[in-house]
């Protein structure tokens, strides 16, 4: 079966960083890309970025490019999203999914909601 | 401008059938681009609906169905249940992002 299981719900300050995981199970991990979505609260889904964890060849949003870092270790079957300095409007739901042979996302994360408060 | 848009919400009663559009532009869907569907129920991760313009997953019902036109898309759902009430998404590739764009979304309501 396969699965994307991502990490617990962050509660941050302004300029901290975080780094969160998305862990894929049940397939070839190398052999997919796999894209982040960011969802803000009571909105829509908008790509962030994604990733070939073979070669970590990585594609960013013009939106996100600069904002965030997308790697991934393709040993331990993990992609990772991060910042490093966070801002209140990072505040949201973040999605890690698989991207199918024909470019959709085929798998979903159960999500990682972050928050960034004073 | 390259974006998708939606309508902001649909309804029905149970039984009838609805569509959502899903409208682009030359650098997505009108470039030949394929379109995908998900479904998002409160609370939950989108979840795969159609992909590649009008294939259904395995466990989606055949209520659910998707076409593609020119530089637009539908979703049609037939005999409409109260657990389809939802919010959903289009999806196609757009060459000005070198990536997935999504639409806007649109909440089903079922009256």
């Known amino acids: 079966e396969v699965q994307l299981v991502q990490s617990g719900a962050e509660v941050k300050k302004p300029g901290e960083s975080l780094k969160i995981s998305c862990k894929g199970s049940?397939?070839?991990?190398?052999?997919?890309?796999i894209g982040w979505v960011r969802q803000m609260p009571g909105k829509g889904l908008e790509w962030m970025g994604i990733?070939?964890?073979?070669?970590?060849?990585?594609t960013y949003s013009p939106s996100f490019q600069g904002q965030v870092t997308i790697s991934a270790d393709k040993s331990i079957s993990t992609a990772y999203l991060q910042w490093s300095s966070l801002k209140a409007s990072d505040t949201a739901m973040y999605y890690c999914?698989?991207?199918?042979?024909?470019?959709?996302?085929?798998?979903w994360g159960q999500g990682t909601l972050v928050t960034v408060s004073s | 401008q390259s974006v998708l848009t939606q309508p902001p919400s649909v309804s029905g009663a149970p039984g009838q059938r609805v569509t959502i559009s899903c409208t682009g532009s030359?650098?997505?869907?009108?470039?030949?681009?394929?379109v995908h569907w998900y479904q998002q129920l409160p609370g939950t991760a989108p979840k795969l609906l159609i992909y590649?313009?009008?294939n259904r997953p395995s466990g989606v019902p055949d209520r659910f169905s998707g076409s593609k036109s020119g530089t637009s898309a539908s979703l049609a759902i037939t005999g409409l249940q109260a657990e389809d009430e939802a919010d959903y998404y289009c999806?196609?590739?757009?060459?000005?992002?070198?990536?997935?764009?999504f639409g806007g979304g649109t909440k089903l309501t079922v009256l």
């Open positions: 990733i070939y964890p073979a070669d970590s060849d990585t």
């Open positions: 999914a698989r991207r199918s042979m024909v470019e959709d996302f085929d798998y």
């Open positions: 999806q196609s590739y757009d060459s000005s992002l070198s990536g997935p764009r």
């Open positions: 049940g397939y070839s991990f190398t052999s997919y890309w």
């Open positions: 590649g313009n009008n």
């Open positions: 030359s650098s997505n869907i009108g470039a030949g681009y394929d």
